[in-house]
């Protein structure tokens, strides 16, 4: 005869109950799961933080705007001008400094893909007089001045020494009379040795482009670039005011607030003229590299050396996302930084543009640019 025990209700109980659990476990909902950000959140998120330093710590304006596939985010922040008070609209266009080398340097290239100067040419080629105002070591070619390699003085430190830095700024100078300048400091070493940026070399590649297309390079710019992509509001500044919407800029003297947006010094300028948007950043880059501006055989030559951070006219980083390289500029100029970097097939993108928070001028660099590149890096690392 078998034994059989009898269990006592509580545990009955809480067997069955187990049991029903088990059966009907469907039935119970589950908790949700944490909210994951999306890509283009994680990215706007690092953005917001540097923004918000940068205005804490006394910038008039940040404007920042960032793709990631067929995603759009953007923040305007800040003032046109202190004076007035007026918000900064994202569309408002700021200085943005050597980010023209990348404007100049695919006119440069559209040139040599329908074959009407050579890489390797010597500048004295397209400029006769270039090597009587320079008196360079050797040749100097149009690869070299692309790549700031050439080893050229830059002329902002004797330009500097011609007057109060108000006076510099209101004095629109021709680029023959800056090459003049830098040629009152010795060439270093010599040719090609290494990688040193020279606003010479670009101000030597504008008139390079103006000889072979015998127009102005802000003209060239316009019809080889903005007018194809239709970009808003980039242009290289032109001689009088500032139109309404630019951003302006201030710096200190003596304690004494000045504003510095829209210079003389700049007009024409390919070396570091160009006003835009960080939306119309964002528009060329992408464009440039998905080979809609020139061929893609010039854009390869762009991103050349594959061992060098800095190619002809462009930038890079390292992204993380794709084991590539992220291309674009940054640029550093009186009173305003700016930022922009694209993947390397353009779809995944931000640009930041700001008035510096108004101090001293100093010619060293004040490592905000610097700090932006980390960040944009940074957040579009985040964007996978």
């Not at 078998?2 to 545990?11: E, N, S, V």
């Not at 922040?77 to 050597?98: A, F, K, N, T, Y």
């Not at 390079?217 to 242009?235: K, Q």
């Not at 070396?271 to 835009?276: D, E, P, Q, R």
Request: aromatic share 8%; charged share 20%.
């Amino acid at each position: 005869m078998a034994w059989i025990r009898t269990l006592p209700f509580r545990l009955v109980a809480a067997a069955t109950a187990v049991a029903l659990a088990a059966l009907t476990g469907g039935c119970t909902a589950a908790p949700d799961p944490p909210e994951q950000l999306t890509s283009l959140a994680r990215l706007s998120e690092a953005l917001e933080g540097f923004g918000n330093r940068m205005l804490d710590d006394g910038a008039p304006a940040v404007l920042m705007q960032a793709k990631v596939r067929g995603e759009e985010w953007s923040r305007a922040s800040g003032v046109r001008r202190l004076e007035g008070q007026e918000p900064v609209d994202i569309r408002d266009p700021l200085h943005v400094g050597s980010v023209t080398n990348s404007f100049v340097a695919v006119s440069v290239l559209k040139l040599a893909a329908e074959g009407k100067l050579g890489l390797e040419d010597p500048v004295s080629k397209h400029v006769p007089d270039f090597d009587s105002i320079m008196h360079p070591p050797g040749p100097v070619t149009i690869r070299q001045l692309l790549q700031h390699r050439s080893g050229m003085p830059d002329y902002i430190i004797p330009l500097l020494q011609q007057g109060s830095l108000k006076e510099v700024l209101a004095t629109s100078r021709s680029d023959r009379e800056l090459l003049a300048l830098a040629a009152t400091r010795r060439w270093e070493g010599k040719l090609a040795q290494g990688f040193e940026y020279s606003n010479s070399n670009y101000v030597a590649l504008g008139m390079v482009v103006e000889h072979l297309r015998g127009r102005p390079i802000a003209e060239v710019l316009r019809s080889d670039i903005v007018e194809p992509l239709g970009l808003e509001a980039t242009w290289l500044a032109a001689p009088g005011p500032p139109p309404v919407s630019v951003v302006h800029a201030y710096i200190t003297i003596f304690g004494e607030r000045l504003d510095v947006t829209y210079p003389a010094l700049h007009s024409g300028s390919a070396a570091g003229g160009l006003v835009s948007t960080v939306g119309d950043l964002n528009t060329f880059y992408a464009a440039l590299l998905q080979g809609r501006l020139i061929p893609a055989a010039m854009v390869a030559e762009m991103q050349s050396p594959l061992y060098a951070r800095y190619g002809l006219g462009i930038q890079r980083w390292n992204d993380t996302c794709t084991n590539n390289f992220y291309y674009g500029h940054a640029g550093d100029t009186v009173g305003y930084g700016t930022i922009s970097m694209s993947s390397a097939d353009g779809t995944r993108q931000a640009s930041a543009s700001l008035s510096y928070p108004p101090a001293p001028f100093g010619f060293a660099d004040n490592g905000i640019v610097d700090e932006m590149a980390g960040v944009v890096e940074e957040a579009l690392n985040a964007s996978c």
